[in-house]
């Protein structure tokens, strides 16, 4: 199914909602996801470059562990004002903490954030002193449902993937009945192609087609890759792979940072080099479950299918974008 954003997908877990929005004269766009009820989250940030808000505020022993909704945006630090929109967009319908019993104090909505930089793609970037980010977070609430965009859409809308068009992508993995689904804006440094191929690094984990089945050649010889930001960059820049692993399973906060921890090894089987000190690769973990898990070994199951599913979503938000544009 396609609409006005590119491929649309429903979301494999009830319990959350997913809004988009994009500006396509700027070349940028906005996600949010926007738990029905606050969800427990913990982050994990592997990039030399990240772009973050309120990631301090998940930490170990820290005050907050449930989030009311995760801001993915483009616009470098100034997609960091997504959050602003989201967090207006909850507080005027009563919902984040309630830090006092006197009804006339605001609530507190605990809205992380993370940007990627597509500020160098082209676009109308002349906004002066009203960037377009807080304006797309409000509309992306108000379009959030149960289908996500894929391909040019949300916060992938003016990604570039090495050389290539980035893109936003889901993908879900079940293990032993639970769910994990991966939702990632991919625009890194590093290529998601083999070196001198049209063959995703992530081809063996792809499920029913989504890659077109592209495979490398049976006499494939790995050779250094020439479609990579680093070689035009050679100097500063930022890129960045962002996004959002969800789950039906009940974790505890400590639980999710493994989940975002081991899912961050997706972004590896999707595309090298990865996590350099020019991208700011940043992964959330949610949940929204009643089913707990049973042991350690169960978790790295699931922590496993969570790698696998962030890099079939990175990949395919790359192939659908690419096929968008051509």
């Known amino acids: 199914m396609r609409n006005s954003?590119?491929?649309?997908?429903?979301?494999?877990?009830?319990?959350?909602?997913?809004?988009?929005?994009?500006?396509?004269?700027?070349?940028?766009?906005?996600t949010v996801i926007l738990p029905d009820h606050a969800s427990p989250c913990a982050v994990d940030v592997r990039g030399g470059g990240p772009g973050t808000r309120e990631t301090d505020t998940l930490a170990h022993g820290n005050l907050i562990t449930h989030v009311h909704g995760i801001a993915l945006a483009g616009g470098s630090v100034y997609g960091l004002a997504a959050a602003d929109g989201v967090c207006t967009w909850l507080g005027a319908r009563g919902r984040g903490y309630a830090a006092s019993a006197n009804d006339a104090v605001p609530v507190s909505p605990i809205v992380p954030a993370a940007i990627l930089f597509d500020n160098a793609n082209g676009g109308d970037k002349a906004w002066r002193a009203t960037p377009p980010f807080r304006r797309l977070a409000m509309l992306a609430c108000e379009r959030a449902g149960t289908d996500v965009a894929e391909g040019r859409a949300g916060a992938g809308f003016g990604a570039m993937a090495g050389l290539y068009p980035g893109g936003l992508g889901m993908a879900s993995e079940v293990v032993d009945g639970l769910t994990v689904t991966a939702i990632i804006a991919a625009n890194p440094v590093g290529s998601p192609y083999l070196?001198?191929?049209?063959?995703?690094?992530?081809?063996?984990?792809?499920?029913?087609?989504?890659?077109?089945?592209?495979?490398?050649?049976?006499?494939?010889?790995?050779?250094?890759?020439?479609?990579?930001?680093?070689?035009?960059?050679?100097?500063?820049?930022?890129?960045?792979?962002?996004?959002?692993?969800?789950?039906?399973?009940?974790?505890?906060?400590?639980?999710l940072k493994r989940l975002a921890v081991m899912a961050q090894d997706g972004i590896a089987h999707a595309v090298q080099p990865s996590h350099t000190p020019l991208d700011g690769d940043t992964l959330f973990a949610l949940s929204a479950g009643d089913t707990p898990i049973g042991s350690p070994v169960a978790l790295?199951?699931?922590?496993?299918?969570?790698?696998?599913?962030?890099?079939?979503?990175?990949?395919?938000?790359?192939?659908?974008?690419?096929?968008?544009?051509?």
């Open 5 to 30: 954003l590119g491929m649309s997908t429903p979301v494999p877990i009830p319990g959350f909602r997913i809004g988009q929005a994009h500006d396509a004269t700027v070349a940028t766009g906005v």
């Open 195 to 255: 070196p001198g191929t049209t063959c995703p690094h992530a081809w063996m984990y792809e499920r029913e087609g989504e890659f077109g089945g592209a495979r490398p050649s049976a006499d494939y010889t790995w050779r250094p890759p020439t479609d990579t930001k680093l070689e035009v960059l050679r100097g500063a820049g930022q890129s960045t792979v962002i996004g959002a692993v969800l789950t039906n399973a009940a974790l505890t906060q400590t639980q």
């Open 300 to 326: 790295a199951y699931l922590g496993a299918a969570a790698a696998r599913a962030t890099a079939r979503a990175l990949t395919r938000g790359v192939l659908l974008a690419r096929a968008e544009i051509n």
